[in-house]
Structure formats: C-alpha cells, structure tokens
C-alpha cells in the first residue's frame, strides 16, 4: 500500500505541526484555555491518544494532492494545520449545536468545560486555523498566501451556509429530495474541496489544474455523505449492534430518508405517521431497498465516486501520491464497514 | 466639533460597505442566514434603525486614524467594515454566553433563532469580517493586505484569551486585583488597538508611528472600560433608575469591586458574606467612596486617558482627523453620562 507509506511520514509531521500552531498561544494564566483545544485535538486528558485524534483526513488530502501535482509537500504543512483547525472548530461548535455529549467515545468539550466556554474555544480554534495557513508566507510569495487565506475563508462561509441549513431542516416536515445536495454541499464537500484545491495551489498550479484538483476534492466530499448516509442506515453498527443509533431512530434528514419519502410508499407512510423506535430499523431499512432507494444511493455513489476518480486522474501527475490518493479516495468511500 | 463633520462624511460610507459585506452573501435559499446578520447589524427586522446599530466607533477609529496618519480614509474601508463584523461576531457569541436576552432594546440573535443558529451566525460574521480586510488589496499591496490581516487575527487571539479570563472568572470566589488588566486587555483593548494600528498601517506609516497609533487605542480601551466600570456602579442609570442593573447586583468581576474587596473593609465584608440586592446599591456605592475605590478608579481613568491623549499626539499628524479623535477620546471617556 503507497498509502500506508505516506502515511508513517505524513502524519508525525502533521502531528508535529498542528502541536506547533496550538501551543504557540500556550501562556501562563490562560493555560486552561489551551488545555480545551489540546483536549479536543486528542493530544490532552482522559482518553488522549490516536483514537482520539482522528485520521487527519484533510490535512493529508492537502499535501498529497501538493506531492500529485508535482511540488513536495513540506511547504504545504501549514495550510494543512489549517484546514485541520478548521473542521476540529466546526466539531467543537458542531457539538454544542446537536448536544453532543460524547465525540469519538470522550466527552466532547462543551460536556466538560460548559457551553460558553466551549464556543469561546472554538473561536479561537477558527482563528488560529487562519493564522496558520497565513505561515505558508514563510516559503511561498505574499500573492499566493492571499489565495490560500481566501481558499478558507470561502470554504468556510460554505460551511456555515451548509450549517445552516442542516439546522433548519431540523425543524421542517417536508423537505424535497433536491434541498440535500445545498446542505451537504456546504457541509461535506465545501472544505474537502477547498482541501484538495490547497494542496494543487501551494504546487503553484496552473488554474485548470487547481480546478480538477477541486473537482476531486468536491465530489469525494459528496461520495463520502453518500456513503455516511448509507452506512448511518444499513451499515454494521446501524442495523445490528446499535439500533439506537441508525440513522432511522435519530430523524436525520439523509438521503436514503429524502428519497424513501420522496416515493410515497410504504416507508414515507410509516415515517410520515408515527415516531421511529429502534425495534422499527430492521423493517424500515428493508422498505427502503424493497422501494428501490438503497439501489439508487447506490447508484449515486458509485457515480460520483466515478466523477472523484476521473478528477483525479486529469488533474494528477502519474506519480506514486496519485496512487495513494486513489487509495484514500476508496477506503473513504467503501461500503465494507 | 470638528468630530461632527467626520461623521456626517464617513458613517453613511461605513454603512454603505457593511451592507454590501453582507449582502455578498445573500443567496436565494439561506436568506434567513443573511436576515440574522442583517438582523444583528441593526437594518431589519423589529426595531432596525439608527438605534439598533450602535455607534460604529471601531470602524470610526480606523478611518480617522488613516487621515490622522495623513493619507485618505477611502483605502481603509473594508478594513474598517472588518473590525466592525469582528465586534458583532463577539456580541453575538457573547449574548449567548451572558444568556443576555437583549441588546439595545431588541431581542438578541439567540433569543430570536435559538442558540444553535446564533452560533453559526456569529461563525459566518466572523469569516465575513476576515474576508472584509483582505479585500483591502484592491488598493494595497499583497504585503499589506497580509498585515492587515494578521493584525486582525492577533486581535481575535486576544479576544477570546479575555473572554476566557472572564468566563473562568464568573465561577471564581476571590480574584486579586491584578487579575483584572488581562481580561480587559483581550476583551477591550484589543480590538481598539487593532483599529487604530490598522489605520496607521493602511497609511502606510512606519513602525515607530504605528506603535503610537496602537499605544492611542490600547490605552483608550483600558481607560473606556474602566471608565465604563465607574459608570457601571455609580453612573446616573446604574444608581438611580434601574438599581437592579448596577454593576454590584449582577455580581460583575468590575475594578471597583475588586479593587474594594482588596481594601479588606466594610464593603468587602458584605460582597464576601451576602448576595448583593438592588436595595443595597446605594449603600454599598457610598461605602465604595468611603473606603477611597470611588478615588482609585478615577485617578486610573484620569492616568490611562492622559496616556491615549499623549500617544495620540506623538502619533498624528496635526490636521483635523486628530482634532476629531481628541473629541471621539473624551467623549468616550467622559463620567457625565
């Protein structure tokens, strides 16, 4: 596997980086203010360690793609810190949004430091995501630094647009099937997009280039929601070991349930008339492949898997980290889980 | 007054540029997201107006102190409409944090959309407000626009180090009086110091003057909210209209208060043994003028005010702009309130 070779190199320096950027605002009497985010990056309090941590997805998406298009990815580190920053702000925010007790199986940190706290860390988090990606000025010229601060910014008012909408889905009854693609858009793909653009940009690509390098990034974002929607409804843990926990019980508006409703079948009047129990998911998840949904999620993941694939084919050199993005992109979106 | 006729000029530009910050934003299916913004900024909704909007004096202080550092203020507006969003983004946050249901007369973002949008809102001002700055290239060089920028993110830093000094301090018995300049340091001087440095830099001013302007608006903060402390307490509203706002009842971390319970006298004995009603206000005011507070903080207030002034003019050039801030200072810091 490439990818697990990337990987072993990669990630200390990742790790490396993010600690960096962290503990640069490490001070005397605000001590237990960095401890919230060290904490939340896994690195502090009960449970710290790799499982707490996460597979840093995006910033390896950032310096693999800088290493695909052709440039080493050791000037890419900092925006790579960056975008990590980023989505762990949007976690911490995230949680307090959904009440969120437990992340990653620790409580998350509005559970233990209180809610005003939490959203005064996750400020600083956002704000040091993008100083972070301004230290690319360390190595790259002050016209390309701009691009890359603006590449965030945008990703991020995307995120919060994608937000948005997820919690206003919340509280309506009808939502039509078109009205999932915005959300997960802003959500998902927005800053996975802005992930793989990054690294082609800090390559100092030519503008088509940066556009395919996009274009992977965009659809592996929307693949991988496809795929989490369809694994939150018939994967494993979802149909056999927690039902608590499918997708099914929880109300969330994914995109086996738009569609599922969308028929106006069998599983659009169980679901439109009577609250879902966990005893309920093995029947529903059967309605929904019986009325031909799990069929087209599937068919709409495989497609944009397809349209990830090609992306990252036009825009990629033929070298080894082609290879190990290839090979992201497919653990990302396997449905074997 | 000279500060009159800056105002009638630059106000309607301020507005003018916040709009379209905003506006920028706005798409067909996340209105509602720009109708919190537009909401917070005072131009919707119930009780929009002139009132609703406050006073726009940080980004008053970065234009005045680029015509005071001797170039023109029009260069400076997106920088000026950032440091604005910036102080928007940490009401809005803060209400939250304050479980404040009010803010200049009207219901806050949370009270109006929940908490969870109200978070997502104030994460879309405070990226729009980044965003807001680097459009400074338009005019500037890619050097400046990232300094800029930077300048912007350090405010932000200390910003959330102050709120989080003030949040740890709520749930703190006994708080030495020192512990009080770095709180108000993040939380006030900060931005101001920000938007001051932000005007000399936009000027293109060398780093001897810039300092100046930051020391200006550094002191400035400190002096406003010590100054805002005294009226807190012994302000006409604070003591006579609505008692049960006054400093002393909601139980504020304010200098008056630590600096009495410093003083191990009478007051401190009663704030340490019994909560504080409104009934007891003006005892325990009075008390505070007995046992020299009242003079303590005044004779701060008077020193830091010196200290704006003195930088103020080290820094400016002596033109109409400087004459303007002189005005803007005192009334800031004016006690007849």
Not at 11 to 32: K, N, W, Y
Not at 50 to 57: L, N, T, V, Y
Not at 133 to 153: D, F, G, K, Q
Not at 276 to 297: N, R
């Amino acid at each position: 596997m490439v990818l697990q070779r990337f990987i072993e190199t990669l990630r200390p320096a990742i790790e490396d980086e993010l600690r960096q950027t962290i503990d640069r605002i490490r001070s005397g009497d605000q001590d237990g203010l960095w401890a919230m985010l060290a904490y939340h990056l896994g690195w502090e309090g009960q449970g710290a360690g790799r499982d707490a941590q996460g597979k840093r997805i995006r910033p390896l998406l950032v310096l693999l793609c800088s290493v695909a298009a052709g440039a080493p990815w050791q000037p890419a580190l900092p925006a790579a810190a960056g975008v990590e920053l980023i989505h762990n702000f949007s976690l911490i925010h995230d949680d307090i949004q959904d009440q969120s007790k437990l992340r990653r199986g620790r409580p998350t940190v509005w559970a233990k430091w209180g809610i005003p706290q939490a959203i005064n860390a996750g400020d600083l988090m956002f704000t040091i995501a993008h100083q972070a990606v301004l230290e690319v000025r360390e190595t790259m010229t002050a016209e390309v630094t701009l691009n890359a601060s603006n590449l965030l910014h945008q990703a991020c008012v995307d995120l919060t647009r994608g937000q948005y909408l997820d919690l206003a889905y919340e509280g309506m009854k009808e939502i039509p099937l078109e009205a999932y693609w915005p959300m997960v858009a802003g959500k998902t793909a927005a800053l996975l997009a802005c992930c793989t653009e990054m690294g082609a940009l800090l390559a100092c690509s030519n503008p088509d280039r940066r556009k395919a390098f996009r274009q992977f990034g965009y659809s592996l974002g929307l693949a991988f929601q496809v795929v989490d929607d369809w694994l939150g409804i018939w994967g494993n843990t979802a149909l056999t070991g927690k039902s608590a926990e499918n997708d099914l019980v929880t109300g969330k508006k994914t995109l086996p349930v738009l569609h599922g409703v969308s028929q106006e079948g069998e599983f659009a009047r169980f679901w439109n008339t009577r609250p879902i129990h966990p005893e309920d998911v093995t029947v529903l998840a059967k309605m929904l492949i019986d009325e031909g949904t799990q069929a087209y999620i599937e068919g709409i993941a495989d497609r944009l898997t397809g349209e990830a694939l090609v992306a990252l084919d036009v825009a990629s050199e033929h070298n080894e980290a082609a290879q190990a993005l290839r090979e992201l992109a497919n653990q990302l979106l396997s449905r074997d889980k």
